[in-house]
C-alpha cells in the first residue's frame, strides 16, 4: 500500500505537463499562422491580380513603303576572262608578274626573245634604204630624158621606159615600208603586255619555255574581277514585273551569300535573256557590281535579291504579329481596356521581316508581335512597345513577291 501512495502524484503531474504543452503549441499556431493569415490573403489576392496580366511586345500599326524583292540563285562570273597567248614563236626569257597577282591594262606579263625579231626589222630597214637609192637614181634619170625628149634628142619609148622603172621602185619602196611595219609589229609582240585590268591564275609556262602562236593551253588566264557580274535566274511569271522595272531605270541587286544571311555587296541589273528557258521555266539575269573589295569572286554561289517595286504608303506590320488560325489569318489586337482580340487580316505580300495588310487592321491599331502563345481571346495583356516601331516599316527591306 505504501507503494501506490507513492506513484499517484507522478501520473497526475505528467498528464498536466501534457496538457500544458498542449496549451502553448495552440497558442503559438495561433499567433504565428491564425494571426498572420489575412495579411497573406491580402498579398496572394494581388499576385493573383498581377499575374492575370500576360506580358506582350506590341506594335502600332501605321502606313509606310514596301518595297518588293524577288529572290533567286546566281553564280559570280567575271565580265571579261582573256587567255594570254603569245603571238610570235620564240623563247621565254622574263616574266614580270606572280601568280594570283592583280594586273592593270597595259602592265607587261612577260617577254621573249627579241634578238631574232630585231635582226628582221634591221633587214628590212636596210632593204628599203636600198630601194630609195635605186630609185632616187632613176627619178634622175627620169628627169634627163624628159629633157632630152623634148629637144627631140631622145625617143619617147626610152622615156615610157624610164617611168615604168621609177614606178616600180616606188612601189617597191612601199612594200619595204610595210616589211618595216610587219617587223616592228613582231618585236611588240615580243613584250606580251595584260589586255585587260584583272586577277591572273596559274601560270601556264616559265621562262626558259618556247612557245608558238599555234599553242592552244596559252601562257596564263586573267579574270576582270573590278567590275563583276553575277548570272542568276527568276521564273517566268516575274518576267513581267521584272522587265517593266528594268525598262523604267536602274534595277538594283544584292548579292548575299548562300544561305541568304549576309549581304556581300550591292549592284544593278545589266542585262536580261532574250528568252525564256523553256527546260526550266525561268529567264537568264546578269548583274553588274563594282566589287571594290572584291568579296564577290569567280565561281562564288550567292542568293540574289533584286527590287522590282516599291508599294507605297501601305499599311506594313511585322510578320510575327501576322498568325495563322483554323479561319485563315488574324492578329491579336491591344484595346482601349487592355484587352485582346483575335481580328482577321488580309495579307496582300509578305517577306521575312514585314507583310503588307489590304484589311484588317486600321493606322493606330496596337497589334501584338510577341507572347501570343499564352493569348485568348479577351486576355488582359501588359503591354510594351517595340523599341523602335518605326524602324520596321520605313526601313522594311526584306519584302519579296508573295
Not at 321 to 339: C, R
Not at 393 to 399: E, F, L, R, S
Request: no cysteine; charged share 20%; hydrophobic share 40%.
Amino acid at each position: 500500500m505504501a507503494i501506490r501512495s507513492t506513484r499517484r502524484p507522478k501520473l497526475g503531474l505528467t498528464l498536466f505537463g501534457i496538457l500544458a504543452v498542449a496549451a502553448l503549441a495552440y497558442g503559438l499556431w495561433y499567433a504565428f499562422v491564425g494571426g498572420v493569415r489575412p495579411v497573406e490573403a491580402t498579398a496572394n489576392s494581388a499576385s493573383s491580380q498581377a499575374a492575370a496580366k500576360i506580358p506582350v511586345t506590341s506594335f502600332e500599326v501605321r502606313k509606310a513603303d514596301f518595297p518588293v524583292h524577288t529572290y533567286g540563285l546566281g553564280v559570280v562570273s567575271p565580265f571579261k576572262t582573256v587567255t594570254v597567248k603569245s603571238r610570235v614563236d620564240g623563247q621565254i626569257t622574263k616574266v614580270f608578274f606572280k601568280q594570283g597577282q592583280m594586273v592593270k591594262e597595259g602592265d607587261p606579263l612577260l617577254e621573249i626573245d627579241q634578238r631574232p625579231f630585231t635582226a628582221a626589222l634591221e633587214q628590212a630597214v636596210a632593204k628599203k634604204a636600198q630601194d630609195e637609192a635605186s630609185l632616187k637614181n632613176d627619178q634622175l634619170n627620169l628627169e634627163r630624158f624628159q629633157k632630152l625628149a623634148k629637144q627631140q634628142f631622145e625617143t619617147q619609148q626610152n622615156l615610157d621606159t624610164q617611168q615604168a622603172l621609177v614606178d616600180q621602185l616606188t612601189a617597191q619602196v612601199k612594200g619595204d615600208q610595210a616589211a618595216i611595219d610587219n617587223a616592228q609589229t613582231n618585236l611588240g609582240y615580243t613584250s606580251i603586255k595584260a589586255p585587260i585590268s584583272g586577277r591572273t591564275g596559274f601560270r601556264l609556262v616559265d621562262p626558259g619555255n618556247i612557245v608558238h602562236a599555234a599553242d592552244t593551253t596559252g601562257i596564263v588566264t586573267i579574270a576582270q574581277l573590278q567590275p563583276i557580274a553575277v548570272q542568276f535566274t527568276e521564273p517566268e511569271e516575274q518576267l513581267q514585273a521584272v522587265a517593266r522595272a528594268f525598262d523604267t531605270g536602274e534595277v538594283p541587286v544584292a548579292a548575299l551569300t548562300s544561305d541568304g544571311t549576309r549581304t556581300l555587296s550591292q549592284g544593278r541589273l545589266a542585262i536580261m535573256d532574250n528568252s525564256v528557258s523553256q527546260a526550266t521555266g525561268t529567264i537568264s539575269l546578269k548583274a553588274r557590281f563594282d566589287n571594290k573589295d572584291n568579296a564577290l569572286w569567280p565561281g562564288l554561289s550567292v542568293t540574289t535579291r533584286m527590287l522590282i517595286d516599291t508599294r507605297k504608303d501601305v499599311i506594313v506590320v511585322p510578320q510575327d504579329g501576322v498568325q495563322h488560325g483554323p479561319s485563315g489569318l488574324f492578329a491579336y489586337v491591344i484595346g482601349d481596356n487592355g484587352k485582346v482580340s483575335a481580328r482577321p487580316i488580309k495579307v496582300a505580300q509578305s517577306g521575312d521581316a514585314n507583310a503588307v495588310v489590304s484589311e484588317g487592321l486600321n493606322v493606330g491599331d496596337r497589334i501584338v508581335v510577341a507572347g501570343q502563345s499564352r493569348l485568348f481571346e479577351g486576355a488582359l495583356v501588359d503591354d510594351k512597345p517595340t523599341v523602335d516601331a518605326s524602324a520596321t516599316t520605313t526601313q522594311a527591306k526584306t519584302g519579296s513577291v508573295d
